[in-house]
């Protein structure tokens, strides 16, 4: 740092030419656009150029600017690029091994079927099962070639408490157990006599349907206000046919709520 001139001494001449550019400009630009933390480094320099050359501390101001310069280049070499798109064309990863009912995501995004076509490069594969630990594995795609890997997922030993065998909030979330709830085959009304004293409401059953379309299980969730009209329902409802729930194609067992409506005779 230039020390001030001793008593009786004339002060500091500037030197030829005029205040050096305090690139405060330059400082605020690569504050918005390129290191948010340089910039304002960038920034607090530039400020200080023109009140050190008004002070006549002629050095400290150049060495100011050229602080600011330095930051401002630093600052633009920063820079975050994104990614090049990959090159050349897609390739295909098949799955084997896949557990009935898993949900596959690639990158985060659920995807379809055991047969997928990717960018070329590498991709994050998950796959997740009921019954099984999480299957997550980093998977490289050659341009125009077909990629086959086997999926082997460990047990996590509690199967008969998987997220798809017990009805609850979590049930089916984000399409874990069914892409398609099951549908009965025919219409689920039953009649109420004419003469009846008491209209029924209607009664909505929990039902657990196989993957072969019959009913395995079948409970009152909200009940209607005729106790003889819940069990009718519950009849109906042990030889109810039905178009089982599907998962990535395939028939899987699913629980389902439906209703079953009263009508008059």
Not at 256 to 263: D, R
Request: aromatic letters at 8%; hydrophobic letters at 35%.
């Amino acid at each position: 740092m230039t020390q001030p001139p001793p008593p009786g001494y004339p002060p500091q001449q500037p030197p030829a030419g005029q205040q050096p550019d305090n690139y405060l400009v330059w400082s605020i630009l690569a504050t918005l656009f390129c290191c948010l933390p340089l910039g304002i480094v960038a920034i607090v320099k530039s400020t200080q150029v023109s009140g050190l050359w008004a002070q006549g501390q002629y050095g400290e101001a150049q060495a100011a600017a050229d602080s600011a310069k330095q930051t401002v280049d630093t600052s633009r070499t920063a820079i975050v690029h994104p990614p090049a798109p990959p090159s050349g064309p897609p390739g295909r990863l098949v799955l084997q091994g896949i557990p009935r009912g898993a949900r596959v995501s690639i990158e985060g995004q659920q995807v379809q079927g055991t047969q997928l076509e990717l960018a070329s490069g590498v991709h994050h594969l998950i796959v997740r099962a009921a019954g099984y630990q999480t299957y997550d594995k980093q998977v490289t795609i050659t341009p125009g070639q077909t990629f086959t890997m086997r999926v082997v997922m460990e047990s996590t030993g509690d199967e008969a408490a998987g997220p798809c065998d017990l009805f609850g909030p979590a049930y089916n979330q984000d399409n874990l157990c069914f892409d398609t709830r099951p549908v009965p085959l025919s219409p689920t009304l039953i009649p109420v006599p004419q003469d009846a004293p008491i209209f029924p409401r209607q009664a909505i059953l929990l039902m657990r349907v196989s993957r072969n379309g019959t009913t395995m299980e079948a409970r009152v969730f909200v009940p209607s206000n005729v106790e003889t009209f819940n069990n009718e329902a519950l009849d109906m409802a042990k030889n109810l046919r039905w178009n089982p729930a599907q998962k990535n194609g395939e028939p899987t067992e699913a629980w389902v709520q439906w209703p079953f409506q009263p009508v008059r005779q």
